[in-house]
Structures are given as C-alpha cells and as structure tokens.
C-alpha cells in the first residue's frame, strides 16, 4: 500500500500539463470521486490497525498534494488562454484610460500661428540677439541720443562703455533685427522677427520685465503704405474671428514716417465695450509704419530706390485677446490648470 502511494506521489510530482484537456484528465485520475486516491482511501480499511494511522497520513498527504498540484495547473491553463485571446469576451464599452498627452504654451501656439500666416505670403523666418548695442536698438532705428524716445521702453542696460562708446543691453524690442537683416542681405527682404524682448518694469497683471514680439519687414522697390494695409487686413482676417474690424490709427516711432497704430474691434465684447477695451470697443495690436529713408540709409540701402514697410506686435497681446488671458503672469507661472486648457489646440 505504501508503495502504491509513493508511485502515486511521484507521478503527481513529475506530471505535466500542456492544454485543458490533459487538466481534464489529470482531476479524473486523482481528484475525482472514481480516482485512484480516492480507491485507496477505500483500501484503508484493509490495512492492518497497527499500520493504519501512518498509512492514512502518508494518502492525505498525498491528497492534498494532488489538490495543490491541480491548482497549479489550473492557473497555468487560465493563463495561457488569456494570452491565446480565449478569454472571456473583451467588453468593448468600456472606457479608456486617459491619454495624457502635453500641450503646447499658448505663446508657442499664437506664435506658429502667425508665423504661418506670414510665411504663406512670402514671408521667412530671421532671428537675431537679445543681448544687443546701443546702436542696433536704437540708434540706427533713428533714436538720437538722449532723445526722449528713449525712454517709451525702459531698458536694462548691461554694461556702459567707459569711453561712451557702445552701450551693451537687453533688447527691448525685436526691432533690432530689422537693422540686422538690411545690413546683410539686399532688397527685397520679406521676412518676420519672432523673440522675446526685455523691459525694466515691475511684474503685474499687465506688465512683465520678460514678453514675445513679432516684428515684420518687407523692403523692395514701390513698396507702399497700401501693401502694408493689405498686408496686416490679411494677417488679421486670417487669425481673428470673422468680421474682426480693423484700424489704422496715426502715431509715432522713430524708425517709421508715416507711422500707424493697429487696433481691431474688441474679440471679448465684439466692439460694444468692456474693461478690457476700455470701453472704447477697440484694442490696439501692433504698431506699424513706412521705414524712414533714414534707417534705410543706415544700414547701406539706397533709400531713393527702395522703400518698406514694418510692423510690431505682443504675441501675449495678441493671445490675450484670442485666449482671454487676463493676467499675464500665467503665461510663467507653469500652471498646469492653466496649460491644460489650450490641449488638443
Ligand atoms: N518696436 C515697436 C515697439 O516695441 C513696435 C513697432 C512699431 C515695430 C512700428 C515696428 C514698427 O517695426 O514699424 O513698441
């Protein structure tokens, strides 16, 4: 008898299982009611008394192993039809997990926006420093020193040089590339300036020492006050909302003659008046004008030939007024409640 058990352990022991058929077969031999455990379990009553109690050990140890055994292999089956797509029917109703994906800054989006309205018109894309001399922000832009102009745009100075000659600073407008590319390259020159610019004022709601311009120059001959209308209508058309008004309103730079201001009709209230507007229904989006023959002529252009035109805007501006952001010290403040808005843009 106890022979017959440690066969039976040992084929339980070696036995091994590759479909639920072979489980099938496994449970009738030694689980089942008719297995042969269960016949010996009958036999126990043949055996002596004295042998009785350790023979009926050894078959409950044998018992339980087969039940382990089957449960192991069990398992091992329910796996294997998982990974064979056997399983219970997949629910196709449920909903998924979230799929988080990054956004883009609201900054970045506006400017590849413009930057693509621009370049579908002929525009391309230059670039120039930030860190910059005097001459390139604003002397050769025709602010004469100590002239008042200079201090529309409070600037960070960076070094003084001490024989008066070139001041270093940060750029206070992207203006400064205007002067670069017309230094380089000969007319025409179609190109906009994307790039951050910097200004001495204190953080608020409505003012940041740090914000983004587009500047936009197009120099060639006979060109006129018409094409730079032309040229903003279309850019407006294109980014505002439809039936966006827009103005020219005369004003004064020192590198443009004549110069205009451009206001559109309020995106918030649609022209009827809210804080934002100042309830004059209008709110201004660049600045703009016919470069003055002068910084033509400072950067070895001949101004009797060539004429141009040029514009400036706030990219925080602009995406205020498409995004409704009334503060701008979200757009630095990486708050991820307010990053997420613009997802999927
Ligand atoms: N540089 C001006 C500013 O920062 C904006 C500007 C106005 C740029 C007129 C231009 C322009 O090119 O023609 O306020």
Redesign the pocket.
Known sequence: MLDKVRDLQQQIEQYTITSPEQLEQFRMRFISRKGVITELFEQLKLVPPTDRRAVGQELNALKNAAQTRFEQFSQLVDEQQTVAGNAPPLDLTLPTLPNLTGTQHPLSLVRQRIIQIFERIGFNVADGPEIESDWYNFGALNFPDNHPARD??DTFFIEKAADGGTDMLLR????NV?IRLMERQSPPIRSIMPGR?YRNETISARAHCLFH?V???YIDRNVGFKDLKDTLYHFVKELFEPGTQIRFRPSY?P??EP?AEIDISCQICGGKGCNICKYSGWVEI????M?DPQVIANCGIDPEEYTG?????GIERITQLKYVVNDLRLYTENDVRFLRQFEGL
């Open positions: 529309m745009q206070t407008h992207t203006s205007q610019v311009q500047e936009g120059i730079f590198f443009t110069s660049a600045g703009s004008g470069v035109f040029a514009f400036g805007m």
